[in-house]
Structures are given as structure tokens and as C-alpha cells.
């Protein structure tokens, strides 16, 4: 084999490495002979298979590092179709959807539930850009969506991309960097004071879970000068109408949905079954619970017909009532307001935390030793920490992870789950989005999920494809005879977000024997 025949099967083994990369990989071989020029000379050559990136500081033979534009930015020449090899094979719904955004500009926003993989799509449209020689600005929620983020990117970017991070204690920014993630409260205090611009021709902004950017603060980080933009979410739609007034201007419109029907028929999500199960109130409770919705109702009235709140949709409603809460305008509304939202947390806290509840977690226990591991959401911290102390009780291991826990203690415990040292996992909403939980087979919903944003993210904590094909299992605990009962039409689209797609729905009252609910549940592979 000569010097051309053995450099190019080098590259073609590792797609994306510098020549100096390459040479010393030859030289490893034996051929200690070959030189950065001898390597750049054939991918040269051959340049529709191969462009190779140099680098920072890589200079070779030549002294060259690449072309250089009028702001001294190194402009990289990768070659896009070795970029995106560099990625695992996309479904049928990624690739659809990237050509969609492709044919709105390269401008739009991907909606796709949790955990169909919206993050390949976003890492696929990162390194087209990086392919054609542009720089990529990624916008995250969270501190734990930066690390995973840059995590990921490190895998898949070829060798000498220059990944930075801004927040989490750093303050990197494009101007030496390749890639840029950026936590969006990060990148809006440092808009006026980093320079986030893209540096090269073009330039990519990925705004991940983009929702939460549609809010007067956080729309600040939106920087213009980005020409492709693409944004990412499970639900894309505001109560505040957010997406239309700060998203929808900058990201573009909705240009792919991927909702859970699809994801079960292309075998993307698994497919799953539900059991409703009934708790019974104490007589005490329900009267409690019928007070609070007497005056829940007064309040509402008078923000109607005094205040001008709109009824419809719900969420408009609450986000009315909410800003009343916060802002006295000196007629009184704000005291009518709190007063509502006060009687709704008091109910909502009656129907999460009922003994009731408690009672048919433990009558879960033997499901939950069953599944391959479990998560239980409930509506408070000290609910969850309750929720788990109840489940060790009955020999599981089990841990509540919440807001209170340091993020290093967090950390611990979803790695301990992930590798099966702890078999159920309680949260409030911690869980419900921005963090990656490792993947569970059974679900049990003991609080009314509070928008239809919470339930898909909760649906997407268990809906992970299993390598054995079995259903995932929901199981939402309602108070009977309340606004959480099925039969008096609650939870609205939120419930039929789960009903609509489920294989098999069933519903428990209080005074059915749990033997029955645990049958139910108990783990079958998928027909």
C-alpha cells in the first residue's frame, strides 16, 4: 500500500481529524516518514471526500492554519457530509424535520415531545454549520443542559473545534471559539458586555427548550446578527403568548411538529398503558376541598366581571391572574387575585398530599419492585421526600431529588439511579424539565399535572424506547369526586395528552382490590 492509499484509508477511519492528527496516527503505523504536507496534499486531492480541520495552534509543515477573514477568526473547512457522519444514524422525523427548517431558511422552531431526541436535531444543523465554515451560538436553560450539551458536542466535533462555555462561572465567548453554550440568563446579563456575534460568514443560534425564551428578560439573549436560527421544544406554545410576541420574530414560525402518535408509530417512544387509580377524601378533606372551591369560584367571578380577566384558555386566565398578584394597580384586584391563587394552592395541596394518596403508593410497592426502576412525581418538596421514605419503608431503595439538594447531591442521586443502585426516584418538578433523567419503565402521578407543557415532560421521563420492546406504565392517582376525576371531565387536554395515545387505559376506583392494579401494570413485552 503507498503513502496516498494508506493516508487516505486513515482518514476515512477517522472522519474529521486534523492532518497533524492524522500524520502522528501514520507515524504510530510505522510510517514515520509521512508529513502534515504528504496528508493535506492528498486530502487535497481528493477533496469532495475530505476536508480536513486544523486545529488552533496545529501548523504543520506549512505554517498554516487556514484562511484567515478581516476579524482574524480562523475560518475552518470541514467537509459537512464527514461532519454529519460524524452522528449517529437520525430517525425519519429528524431528517424530515431538518429539511423542513432547511426549506424556511435555515430559520424556524422544531417542536418535538420529550424524548423523541430534539437534541440530535439541533447537533445535526450545528455541524452543517460548522461544515460550511460558521460559527454556533447554543442557548440553554439550565446548568445541567450545559454540561450535558457540551458533554454531547465533545463526542461528535471533530478534533481542535473550539467548544466554550458562558455561565456555571464561565465567560467565554465566540470571538475565540468555534461553538458557543451559553445559559440563557448568562447570555442576557452579558449580551451588552460579551460579544456573542458570530465572527465568520453565517452563523448558527440553537435556542434549546426555546419556550423558555419567550419573556422579556430572557428574550435579550436573542442576538440578531445570527442569520440561521432554531429553536427546540417539547411544547412551543405560551400561556402569555410569549412564542408570538419574542420567539416567533426571532426563531421564525413552528416548522415541524412531532407529536407522540407519530413517535409510537415510527418506534421512536415506547408505547405505553395507564391506569387511572382512585383515592378516596376523608369526609373532613372533602369538605375542605369544597370550601376552597367555593371561594375559588367567588374570586374568579369578581376578576370577571370586575377586573376584566379573560376566561379563556385557562392559561391566559392564570397568567392574567398571576400579574394582578404581583402588581397592586390600587382597585383592588390584587387582593381578589391573591386571594384566588392562595385558595388554588390550598386545594391543590388538599388533593396532592391526602393520606389517601399515600395509601395507594404503598399499595404500589409491589409494581414498583417490579418495573426497571420508577419514578413518583409529586406536588412539593417535602411530598416527595415523604413519597420516598414510604417506599424504603417497604424495603425499595429510594431517593427524593429536589430543588433543596446541592447540585453535586442531585447529581449523585440520578447517577445512582442510572446505574440501578437506587430503584425509584421521587421529585416535585425538578424533574419536569432541563434535566437529563436517566431513563424508567413506570411512572406514578400522585399531583394533577399543572399544564399540558408538565405532562408531556413527564410522559417523556418514562416513554424512552426499552431494549426489550415492553410497554412503559403510567399510573395517575386522582381524588375521586374533585376537579382531578376523570368523570367530572377533569384535567382537560392535559389527561387526554396521555389517554389519546395510550394501548390500553383502565380505570381503578378507590374500592378496587390493588391486586387488580398491580396485574395491570405488571410488565409485558410489546405484541
Not at 326 to 343: F, I, M, S
Not at 394 to 407: D, E, F, I, K, Y
Request: charged share 25%.
Amino acid at each position: 500500500m503507498g503513502d496516498i492509499d494508506e493516508i487516505t484509508a486513515v482518514a476515512q477511519a477517522h472522519p474529521g481529524a486534523s492532518a497533524v492528527a492524522l500524520r502522528d496516527l501514520l507515524r504510530k503505523a510505522g510510517r514515520v516518514s509521512i508529513t502534515v504536507a504528504d496528508v493535506e496534499r492528498v486530502l487535497g486531492s481528493r477533496s469532495r471526500r475530505f476536508v480536513a480541520p486544523v486545529a488552533p495552534g496545529e501548523t504543520g509543515e506549512t505554517g498554516e492554519t487556514g484562511e484567515t477573514g478581516e476579524t482574524g477568526e480562523v475560518a475552518r473547512r470541514w467537509n459537512p457530509s464527514l461532519l454529519r457522519a460524524r452522528l449517529p444514524s437520525l430517525y425519519r422525523w429528524q431528517t424530515d424535520a431538518l429539511r423542513a427548517w432547511e426549506k424556511q431558511s435555515r430559520r424556524g422552531v422544531v417542536e418535538a415531545v420529550t424524548g423523541t431526541g430534539k437534541t440530535m436535531v439541533g447537533l445535526a444543523a450545528a455541524l452543517d454549520e460548522l461544515g460550511r465554515g460558521g460559527q454556533v451560538c447554543i442557548l440553554v436553560p439550565t446548568r445541567e443542559l450545559l454540561h450535558q450539551w457540551n458533554g454531547v458536542l465533545e463526542t461528535v466535533v471533530p478534533t481542535g473545534t473550539r467548544i466554550g462555555l458562558l455561565g456555571a462561572g464561565s465567560r467565554d465567548s465566540l470571538g475565540q471559539h468555534d461553538v458557543l453554550v451559553a445559559i440563557v440568563n448568562s447570555a442576557a446579563v452579558a449580551a451588552g458586555e460579551l460579544d456573542l456575534r458570530p465572527r465568520r460568514p453565517g452563523g448558527l443560534m440553537v435556542g434549546d427548550e426555546c419556550h423558555r425564551y419567550g419573556s422579556e428578560r430572557n428574550r435579550l439573549a436573542l442576538v440578531e446578527p445570527f442569520p440561521h436560527r432554531l429553536g427546540l421544544s417539547a411544547t412551543y406554545e405560551r400561556a402569555d403568548d410569549g412564542h408570538l410576541t419574542w420567539l416567533e420574530p426571532f426563531f421564525g414560525s413552528c416548522c415541524f411538529s412531532m407529536d407522540h402518535r407519530r413517535a409510537i408509530d415510527d418506534g421512536v417512544i415506547a408505547r405505553f398503558n395507564v391506569a387511572i387509580v382512585g383515592a378516596r377524601l376523608s369526609g373532613e378533606e372533602y369538605r375542605d376541598y369544597i370550601e376552597l372551591s367555593t371561594m375559588m369560584a367567588a374570586f374568579r367571578a369578581e376578576l370577571i366581571a370586575r377586573h376584566h380577566v379573560p376566561t379563556e384558555p385557562i392559561g391566559a386566565f392564570l397568567e392574567a391572574v398571576a400579574r394582578l398578584a404581583r402588581h397592586d394597580r390600587g382597585d383592588g384586584a390584587t387582593v381578589v387575585a391573591r386571594g384566588y391563587l392562595r385558595a388554588m394552592q390550598d386545594r391543590r395541596r388538599l388533593l396532592a398530599e391526602t393520606p389517601a394518596k399515600r395509601q395507594v403508593l404503598r399499595n404500589l410497592v409491589p409494581a414498583l419492585a417490579a418495573a426497571d426502576r420508577a419514578i413518583v412525581f409529586t406536588q412539593s418538596i417535602d411530598a416527595a421526600i415523604d413519597a420516598a421514605a414510604t417506599i424504603r419503608g417497604h424495603g425499595l431503595t429510594a431517593a427524593a431529588v429536589h430543588s433543596r439538594l446541592p447540585g453535586s447531591e442531585r447529581h449523585d442521586v440520578l447517577t445512582r439511579f442510572a446505574d440501578g443502585r437506587l430503584h425509584v426516584v421521587t421529585a416535585p418538578q425538578v424533574l419536569d424539565e432541563g434535566i437529563d433523567v436517566p431513563a424508567a419503565d413506570l411512572a406514578v402521578i400522585l399531583a394533577a399535572s399543572r399544564s399540558r407543557r408538565q405532562m408531556v415532560q413527564r410522559m417523556g421521563r418514562v416513554l424512552r424506547r426499552k431494549p426489550d420492546g415492553r410497554r412503559a406504565r403510567f399510573v395517575i392517582v386522582v381524588a375521586e369526586g374533585t376537579v382531578e376525576d376523570p368523570l367530572r371531565g377533569a384535567h382537560g387536554d392535559f389527561l387526554d395528552t396521555v389517554i389519546d395515545v395510550a394501548d390500553a387505559v383502565e380505570r381503578f376506583a378507590s374500592s378496587v382490590s390493588p391486586r387488580e392494579i398491580v396485574e395491570f401494570l405488571r410488565v409485558a413485552p410489546r405484541t
